[in-house]
């Protein structure tokens, strides 16, 4: 595994904002990091990337142990932080080989150059860092943490600030990288998400809730399947209550209902229905959104 991460924890004072977490990623995936604010996706990463210290429990990155090899790991891990800092009064090209020469990179110039091409930075390199907008100083963030090629991308909301045409643009350049790194990848845009991951670990008050691909998550059972059926007379409401599996059924318009369940319940709907002689004019499934996963695994009380 080129992530690894055993029991581990980080205490502030009398808070706990990371409790003995648990989980593996391999080389080529791009996972999502999500939580709510304050969950410990911000502390996590920076534990991964050698910026804080752990208070108990391993992490290895590449093969090498995050407290026990620190220069190894930072020379195998390229990081984004939320807030990008960044020198607002040097060029960037200026920066981007100063980075390289801190990597201590062969060839500095064909790799800046390579770089900046990779992120859409061609128009933008003979400017200060300063007289960039927000978007293009993602952008060399990104080129920042790409720079000396490592193998695992840590990017905590890389996409913030970027209008729609950027954001496909660098979620493009993180597709291309993915094929043979790991990417790991906190955001609260959900969309980027599906664009993107693999696979989605969601963090919880310090404690990971989920950790799978995300059809897996829908059929787990842990979130709520809603089926709509459409018929063409009234029936009795308490028919479909009945039917084994159902959580809820109500009305929501004329000859039409809304089911509610774990799992896809329509062959046991249709075969509870048909002795009525009500003619099913339509049965839809209504796919739980990433979103809707999201709020049940970290606030139920957001689920209608």
């Known amino acids: 595994m080129t992530v690894k991460v ?12 990371v409790n003995s977490i648990n989980f593996e990623i391999g080389q080529g ?32 990155v590449a093969g090498y142990n995050v407290e026990q090899n620190p220069l190894e790991v930072k020379r195998n891990i390229g990081y984004l932080p ?48 300063g007289q960039l ?17 490592p193998k695992v991308l840590v990017l905590d909301e890389p996409t913030s600030g970027l209008d729609p045409n950027q ?12 094929k043979d790194k790991t990417v790991i990848l906190s955001t609260h845009i959900m969309q980027e998400v599906l664009a993107l991951c693999d696979k989605v670990i969601i963090i919880n008050k310090g404690v990971i809730v989920a950790n799978d691909k995300v059809q897996n998550l829908q059929d787990s059972g842990k ?6 059926v459409q018929l063409n007379k009234e029936i009795e409401l ?4 009945e039917v084994p599996g159902v959580l809820r059924a109500k009305r929501i318009g004329t000859n039409k209902y809304e089911v509610e369940c774990r799992t896809d319940l329509r062959e046991q709907l249709f075969f509870a229905i048909a002795p009525t002689g009500a003619a099913i004019i339509n049965m839809q499934l209504e796919q739980q959104s990433l979103e809707d996963i999201f709020k049940a695994l970290t606030n139920p009380n957001l689920i209608k």
């Open 6 to 17: 055993i029991n581990l924890k980080k205490v502030f004072g009398e808070q706990v904002a």
């Open 29 to 60: 995936e791009i996972v999502g990091f999500l939580g709510p604010n304050g969950a410990g996706k911000s502390t996590t990463m920076k534990m991964l990337t050698g910026f804080l210290p752990p208070t108990s429990g391993e992490s290895w």
């Open 82 to 129: 939320e807030h990008n800092p960044l020198y607002l009064d040097v060029y960037v090209k200026e920066y981007l080989l100063f980075c390289a020469g801190i990597f201590k990179l062969n060839k500095k110039e064909e790799r800046v150059k390579d770089i900046i091409e990779k992120v859409g930075l061609t128009a933008e390199y003979k400017k200060k860092i």
């Open 133 to 149: 907008s927000k978007g293009y100083r993602q952008r060399v963030g990104l080129a920042q943490a790409l720079l000396h090629d």
């Open 167 to 178: 954001i496909v643009e660098i979620r493009n350049v993180i597709k291309e990288f993915g």
């Open 223 to 228: 979130t709520k399947t809603i089926i709509i």
């Open 238 to 241: 308490k028919l479909l209550q």
